[in-house]
Nanobody, 123 residues
Framework: VQLQASGGGLVQAGGSLRLSCAAS????????LGWFRQAPGTEREFVSA????????NYADSVKGRFTISRDNAKNTLYLQMNSLKPEDTAVYYC?????????????????WGQGTQVTVSS
């Protein structure tokens, strides 16, 4: 699948953003999906993941309780609802996909990547 992320922007601390990742190609519903982020000078880090059915999800401790991952297989779209944003959430956010029945939390486990969308949280 090919992925395109959108929805990033500049927001004040405590605010919210909703990222979207539109997919094209075959068998979107057969792919596990994930969100990662990368701040300047750091490695790409796991944010959240979801199984192909959407029934199971996983979150990094740093975003648990604030972010919600979801998917709409009818629309071939992945979402990340981000609430209570903090300056340390500032990064480029990437969506990723791979075929599989579980969820995956490591960048090397994914086959397809979106181009990234910038999220900047001001204090």
């Amino acid at each position: 699948v090919q992925l395109q992320a959108s929805g990033g922007g500049l927001v004040q601390a405590g605010g919210s953003l909703r990222l979207s990742c539109a997919a094209s190609g075959r068998a979107f519903s057969g792919h596990a999906l994930g969100w990662f982020r990368q701040a300047p000078g750091t490695e790409r880090e796991f944010v959240s993941a979801i199984t192909r059915s959407g029934s199971n999800t996983n979150y990094a401790d740093s975003v648990k309780g604030r972010f919600t991952i979801s998917r709409d297989n009818a629309k071939n779209t992945l979402y990340l609802q981000m609430n209570s944003l903090k300056p340390e959430d500032t990064a480029v956010y990437y969506c990723a996909a791979r075929p599989g029945s579980t969820y995956y939390t490591k960048p090397h486990e994914y086959y397809s990547w979106g181009q990234g969308t910038q999220v900047t949280v001001s204090s």
